[in-house]
């Protein structure tokens, strides 16, 4: 017999949505299960590694058909969610479901845009108005994203975290100190491990970012932080990559993007990271669904400034 769970899976897989008593419920749950993982979640590989979804669920449907349901893989997700695509409530509560059905099976870590300031402005706030017709949807999700771990730690040699290393968390267990039950800052280590990139170019330690927010940080304090921590590699998200999959810095830092034809126009490919037994990884990369525009409807946020990419 299906429970309200699996009924909830099934709708959600089919593009319906919720109500909103089973998204407040929903909520709910998840927060009673991220509060008791930690800010460096430590996971057994294999596991399939997960960049940016950004509200495109029916890419996040070919994610799960090319490389298996969460149950039958393990799966880490990096953040970015919701915001830019037509289905963030869709994807959003797909996830928390089968987190709260699977919850050794998948990981979901926050992303700079699980954040208050930037879904009033990228669209979930404007998305849960149009569909809901309240703003009840949008607190009840953002609430939860306070609850969030905020890296993970694969067999304890690979850590994966949304942005990149932060200036003052040069330990690891810098990061299990913090405080991360709260909105996003707009400085300081929480806002720099969602908000950092790394810059290729000839940059001694940290520098100024691009984006307003955040900082670069350079392959000497990034080697320093490898060294330090005895990692091996760092799996990021975050940035919009082309080929959906990037690896630079000695092959040590990994930047994973799975939004293929990100805003319905970049026309990049998308990928995930399939981290075996041994930690051996290899992307595998994938395109847009077929269906990707599949009950799109208009939208009404506002346009968004490129550094916001």
Request: aromatic share 10%; glycine share 8%; with cysteine.
């Given at each position: 017999?299906?429970?309200?769970?699996?009924?909830?899976?099934?709708?959600?897989?089919?593009?319906?949505?919720?109500?909103?008593?089973?998204?407040?419920?929903?909520?709910?749950?998840?927060?009673?299960?991220?509060?008791?993982?930690?800010?460096?979640?430590?996971?057994?590989?294999?596991?399939?590694?997960?960049?940016?979804?950004?509200?495109?669920?029916?890419?996040?449907?070919?994610?799960?058909?090319?490389?298996?349901?969460?149950?039958?893989?393990?799966?880490?997700?990096l953040g970015d969610y919701v915001n830019r695509g037509f289905h963030s409530i869709e994807?959003?509560?797909?996830?928390?479901?089968?987190?709260?059905?699977?919850?050794?099976?998948?990981?979901?870590?926050?992303?700079?845009?699980?954040?208050?300031?930037?879904?009033?402005?990228?669209?979930?706030?404007?998305?849960?108005?149009?569909?809901?017709?309240?703003?009840?949807?949008?607190?009840?999700?953002?609430?939860?994203?306070?609850?969030?771990?905020?890296?993970?730690?694969?067999?304890?040699?690979?850590?994966?975290?949304?942005?990149?290393?932060?200036?003052?968390a040069k330990l690891l267990d810098d990061v299990r100190a913090l405080n991360r039950l709260?909105?996003?800052?707009?400085?300081?280590?929480?806002?720099?491990?969602?908000?950092?990139?790394?810059?290729?170019?000839?940059?001694?330690?940290?520098?100024?970012?691009?984006?307003?927010?955040?900082?670069?940080?350079?392959?000497?304090?990034?080697?320093?932080?490898?060294?330090?921590?005895?990692?091996?590699?760092?799996?990021?998200?975050?940035?919009?990559?082309?080929?959906?999959?990037?690896?630079?810095?000695?092959?040590?830092?990994?930047?994973?993007?799975?939004?293929?034809?990100?805003?319905?126009?970049?026309?990049?490919?998308?990928?995930?990271?399939?981290?075996?037994?041994?930690?051996?990884?290899?992307?595998?990369?994938?395109?847009?669904?077929?269906?990707?525009?599949?009950?799109?409807?208009?939208?009404?946020?506002?346009?968004?400034?490129?550094?916001?990419?």
């Amino acid at each position: 017999m299906q429970t309200d769970l699996d009924k909830s899976i099934e709708k959600l897989k089919n593009g319906e949505l919720l109500k909103e008593k089973d998204v407040k419920q929903l909520c709910a749950k998840i927060r009673e299960i991220f509060i008791e993982e930690g800010n460096v979640q430590r996971i057994d590989p294999p596991v399939i590694v997960v960049g940016d979804i950004h509200g495109q669920l029916y890419d996040l449907f070919e994610v799960f058909k090319q490389s298996g349901e969460v149950g039958d893989q393990n799966y880490l997700f990096l953040g970015d969610y919701v915001n830019r695509g037509f289905h963030s409530i869709e994807s959003i509560c797909l996830l928390y479901s089968l987190k709260i059905k699977n919850p050794d099976k998948i990981t979901l870590l926050r992303g700079n845009h699980e954040s208050r300031i930037l879904t009033q402005t990228f669209g979930l706030y404007d998305e849960a108005m149009r569909k809901y017709g309240s703003l009840n949807i949008w607190r009840y999700l953002t609430e939860s994203f306070d609850y969030m771990p905020l890296s993970a730690l694969i067999d304890e040699k690979v850590w994966c975290v949304h942005g990149g290393i932060a200036q003052d968390a040069k330990l690891l267990d810098d990061v299990r100190a913090l405080n991360r039950l709260s909105e996003i800052p707009d400085n300081g280590e929480m806002c720099e491990l969602l908000w950092n990139d790394p810059n290729e170019q000839e940059l001694k330690g940290y520098g100024e970012s691009k984006r307003g927010v955040g900082k670069e940080f350079g392959q000497d304090v990034f080697a320093q932080f490898l060294q330090t921590n005895n990692l091996s590699c760092v799996l990021r998200a975050h940035q919009v990559i082309m080929e959906g999959y990037r690896s630079i810095f000695k092959d040590q830092l990994k930047t994973i993007f799975s939004a293929p034809n990100y805003c319905y126009r970049c026309g990049n490919s998308g990928a995930v990271c399939e981290v075996s037994d041994k930690l051996e990884m290899r992307a595998k990369i994938f395109q847009a669904s077929e269906n990707q525009m599949k009950n799109a409807q208009t939208k009404i946020w506002n346009q968004n400034p490129d550094y916001f990419l």
